[in-house]
C-alpha cells in the first residue's frame, strides 16, 4: 500500500475533488499503471500534512524490484 496525494487528473469515481483535503489515495503499489511526473512543477499537498508530524497508519514497508525493470523514456 502507498499513501499518496493526487494533484490532478480523474478518479474511479470521475473529477477530482475540489476540497484538497479529499485528495489522499492509498494505493495498492501492483494495480499502479500509469504515473506522471511533471518537471519543473513544484511539490503540492493538502494543509493536512506536516513533515514533522507525518501520519501514523504505516505498520510496515517494503519493497520489491526487480533487476534491469522496464524504463520508459521520459
Not at 5 to 10: D, I, K, L, N, P
Not at 13 to 23: Q, S, V
Request: hydrophobic letters at 40%.
Amino acid at each position: 500500500m502507498l499513501l499518496g496525494y493526487q494533484v490532478g487528473g480523474w478518479t474511479s469515481t470521475g473529477a477530482l475533488d475540489t476540497d484538497p483535503h479529499k485528495r489522499w489515495r492509498c494505493l495498492i503499489v501492483d494495480e499502479v499503471t500509469k504515473v506522471v511526473a511533471e518537471r519543473g512543477k513544484a511539490w503540492e499537498s493538502a494543509d493536512n500534512y506536516a513533515p514533522a508530524h507525518p501520519f501514523n497508519s504505516i505498520d510496515d514497508v517494503a519493497f520489491a524490484v526487480p533487476a534491469g525493470g522496464a524504463r520508459q523514456a521520459s
